[in-house]
């Protein structure tokens, strides 16, 4: 089957979703195709007739801005000087994680928009790593614990042991076989570091749900050891729905507070 050019792409997009794109998005959507299509890889250069306005048919000022479009979503480089110019640029996983991040605190999710995913990802990414996880990661999942093992002696103490206890799924993500899954489930973990009433909740102290959650995650480590994706996938389930119902609890909790304190 022939490779799809860039006009067949685009057709799939509706008249009125072009109508309401502008110019330099629809130049920047072109660039991107063609990155594509020649199967550029990091580190090389962009054909300089690409980038020619009269062959694109657009202004210098709408192709800079095009450019601009394109090297915000880390596609790509320029350099200045000798042997300057645009290239392809390495886009890592946690830099796509962070502008994904980015985006959802412009219009957050709520807290069972994430578990509802997590619930269903979180227990697939342990069965993973009881098949597939290096000996390396689980010696460094048994290392993270220790962080958070002991109490903590002040508040903000504490906030930083639950920022450790979403490392310790962060490195069963970036060992996933399957890089989507681990992607997506590091993508929720962002979420949950950075939405402002998960950051509340976390905030608040809560000696039991430390201890609730070390126990779960050494019985992970064990299934793991043990190799065993059964007894991993069912610890991870009663986790996550442990999890959700403390967060919602708590949010709930914090929304009372805050319109008693709206009320008084």
Known sequence: MSKPTPERRQSFATPLAEKKRKRPDMT???????????????GDRMPAEWLAPDALKVSRG?????????????????????????????MTPSDAIQTATNLFLQRPPTITDIYALRKQLEPELAADAATH??????????????IYEKR?????????QRLAELDFHAELARNASNPVL??????????????PQC????QKPNPGLRETGILYQIELIRAIAERDPLKARDIMTGHMIEAER????????LLEDSETGAGG
Do not use: H, W
Request: hydrophobic share 40%; proline share 4%; glycine share 8%.
């Open 152 to 160: 903590p002696e002040s508040g903000e103490e504490e906030y930083l």
């Open 28 to 42: 920047a959507d072109l660039l991107r195709e063609r990155l594509l299509d020649a199967g550029l890889k990091p």
């Open 182 to 195: 681990g992607f997506t489930c590091a993508l929720l973990l962002n979420l949950l570091r950075d939405l």
């Open 133 to 146: 996880l290096p000996d390396e990661a689980l010696v460094t999942l048994k290392e993270t614990i220790r």
């Open 62 to 90: 709408t192709l800079r801005e095009a450019l601009k479009i394109l090297e915000f979503q880390g596609l790509i480089a320029s350099k200045t000087g000798p042997g300057g110019g645009i290239f392809v640029r390495a």
């Open 199 to 202: 950051r509340a909740i976390y």
């Open 246 to 253: 403390y967060m919602q609890t708590r949010e709930r909790l």
